[in-house]
């Protein structure tokens, strides 16, 4: 797998301009392969964080299924693809999808029935099971969240995202029903909904306010389409190798394979 540069400008940046790091979970910090944190990439946020450069998360997962990291610590998290922001434990900025958005997802499912997680401030709910969700939990080795009733448990609940498993096809027609939604599909398997105009960025940009930098001064990096957007905002969006390729155009640099040293490559090449 190559590492290099994409052809287009960017922004100059150094060592002294990064001030902070985000960085993906599945694909990007943890291996597909293994589903632990290999030890270069450890290695790498040891180097990042002894020479000045915060940490951060930017991830699609809830905050409670990031068991992953084991006992690295992080300065802040962007969950559920922007929609809940953490620092230093506290949140910062959060997101839900509207109230009403939520009742036409459940009056659509009724129609066109679905797998579907609903996930809030306090966990995820899940309806069913069928293979895609198991191909899906396995790749990831994600815990099966409770299955529930969706409209009993989310009733008086705010949602922040729907993680719904249906075919690629199915999104326009969805989300025209829905409104107010975006699709932030990464997997042919299924997509994760969230309020209109949210992605990482949203979370990103909630924390440049909070440190007083700017996206300049950030380095992000990704593997899955729900990246995209971080790739794009920062001021050195780095994809992983393997990212797939629409993902890897989209960047403005491409590191090895999370299996191959990405992140360390990445830091040691373009940061460091």
């Known amino acids: 797998m190559r590492i290099g540069r994409n052809a287009y400008p ?18 990007t910090l943890v291996s597909f392969k293994t589903h632990t ?34 006992d690295l610590k992080f300065d802040g998290y962007v969950t559920i693809n922007g929609c809940i922001t953490y620092v230093d434990g506290k949140i910062i900025d959060k997101h839900p999808i509207a109230r009403d958005v939520v009742q036409k997802k459940l009056a659509y499912m009724e129609k066109h029935p679905m797998p579907s997680c609903f996930v809030c401030e306090d966990g995820l709910v899940m309806n069913y099971l069928n293979n895609d969700t198991d191909t899906i939990f396995d790749l990831l080795a994600f815990p099966t969240p409770p299955l529930k009733d969706l409209r009993e448990a989310v009733k008086g609940k705010d949602v922040y995202q729907f993680i719904s498993f249906c075919p690629k096809e199915q999104d326009d027609t969805m989300m025209a029903e829905l409104g107010g939604c975006a699709s932030a599909r990464w997997h042919e398997l299924f997509t994760d909904i969230v309020p209109k105009d949210i992605s990482k960025v949203t979370g990103i ?63 040691q090449r373009w940061i460091l």
């Open 205 to 267: 940009q909630a924390i440049e306010r909070l440190m007083g930098i700017s996206r300049e001064e950030i380095a992000t990096f990704g593997d899955g389409g729900n990246d995209v957007e971080m790739l794009e905002y920062a001021g050195l969006g780095i994809a992983m190798g393997n990212a797939a390729p629409e993902v890897q155009k989209r960047a403005k640099e491409v590191t090895t394979t999370v299996d191959e040293d990405g992140i360390l490559n990445a830091v």
């Open 10 to 27: 960017f922004s100059i940046f150094a060592l002294d301009m990064i001030k902070a790091a985000f960085f993906d979970l599945d694909g």
């Open 37 to 70: 944190i290999p030890e270069s990439t450890i290695k790498a946020l040891d180097l990042l964080r002894s020479n000045g450069v915060r940490l951060f998360m930017a991830s699609g997962r809830h905050r409670s299924m990031m068991y992953q990291l084991g």
